[in-house]
């Protein structure tokens, strides 16, 4: 079968790339390339999936129309948008990035392949769900002493059942957590903007707004990284975060200093772009990856601190946040 080729998007127009993922269950996957437009009367309703690469390796193959197209282990589960190595392709996508997710109907998270505990986790959820609904539902504040209620009834559904849902849940929570999606820089602005939020493992799912509550209901210690990427999802949760408080660019840059990204640079791009500041200069920190990332941290430096800083307050500054190559980038620039 021939290898598939890319037809250039017009970066002219506010055009992206969807994928219709074609019926079928055990089959090779495949699907068809669509070339969309965000705005206009052709513009389609979509779904937009968040998920992580893992690696660059691309092991799995893929038909689209009629072709084939290596992808890598995680595209082959999550389906996700194609990505094509070129600047202007990169550049003009990144800047598109919040509209994408912010049109979308729901953004699906994608935290991979199931196992037996995390299936127990996510049908506790919909037993929450379930319950709260019967309660008469509503915008429930996450320190309400309802949903503790409804939460303890849950596990009296579940016992009958499954022997100690408990330690199910607490080691379902446990696996989902450290899934790579959590450590994403990216995933932050996808959720951030999303109307609506869906969260799958395996062939399981449950709301976002519901999601967010299991470390809560269950007294869990979860990472800081980790409660930020909750807080950032749609529902009554992030009105009472820290999301709703404070978010300039230092802060999310100190709050979020474990996140992950394949080029250093999105370290910035990401963040900025769900950053809210009154200062007009934040406007140069905008995408663009034909800077290197040297002037990128010195960008930064001088956008923080007014160029106040010496070059030594800023590797204190990243060092403190654990980047290494920010700091490599902070003594060249």
């Known amino acids: ?32 390339l669509i070339y969309a437009w965000l705005s206009g009367d052709d ?9 992580t690469w893992r690696g ?16 890598t282990e995680n595209l082959s589960v999550a389906l996700q ?6 600047q202007d392709r ?28 995390t299936d127990i986790l996510l049908e506790s959820l919909r037993t929450l769900q379930t319950q709260h609904i019967k309660s008469g539902g509503g915008a429930w504040m996450p320190a309400d002493p309802r949903w503790l209620t409804v939460w303890l009834a849950v596990e009296p559904v ?19 957590l450290k899934r790579p999606w959590f450590k994403r820089v990216w995933i932050l602005e996808e959720v951030a903007n999303a109307k609506r939020v869906i969260v799958y493992s395996g ?20 990472g800081h990284h980790v409660q930020s990427a909750l807080d950032f999802m749609p529902g009554p949760s992030r009105n009472h975060s820290w999301w709703s408080q404070t978010r300039d660019l230092y802060t999310l840059l100190t709050n979020l200093k474990k996140s992950e990204a394949t080029d250093p640079r999105d370290m910035v791009y990401a ?25 990128v941290v010195s960008e930064v430096r001088s956008y923080l601190f007014k160029d106040t800083w010496t070059k030594k307050d800023a590797i204190n500054f990243f060092n403190q946040r654990g980047n290494e190559v920010w700091i490599a980038a902070a003594q060249k620039a």
């Open 1 to 32: 079968m021939e290898r598939f080729r890319y037809r250039p998007i017009d970066l002219d127009l506010p055009s992206f790339r969807l994928v219709r993922l074609l019926k079928g269950a055990d089959e090779p996957i495949r699907r068809e």
């Open 203 to 222: 062939t399981q799912f449950i709301s976002g707004s519901y999601f967010v509550l299991v470390s809560t209901l269950m007294g869990a210690s979860i």
């Open 43 to 51: 513009a389609l309703e979509y779904e937009a999936l968040s998920y």
């Open 158 to 176: 579940l016992i009958q059942k499954h022997l100690n849902p408990e330690t199910l849940q607490r080691n379902g929570l446990q696996t989902l």
């Open 90 to 117: 990169i550049l003009h996508q990144v800047q598109q990035m919040g509209d994408i997710y912010s049109q979308a109907e729901q953004v699906t998270v994608c935290l991979g392949p199931a196992a037996f505990a």
């Open 56 to 71: 660059t390796t691309k092991p799995r193959d893929i038909e689209i129309d009629g072709m084939v197209l290596p992808v």
């Open 81 to 86: 948008h194609l990505r094509r190595q070129d």
């Open 271 to 295: 963040l900025r772009v769900i950053s809210i500041s009154s200062d007009r200069s934040i406007h140069k920190l905008h995408a663009d990856y034909t800077k290197s990332t040297n002037r």
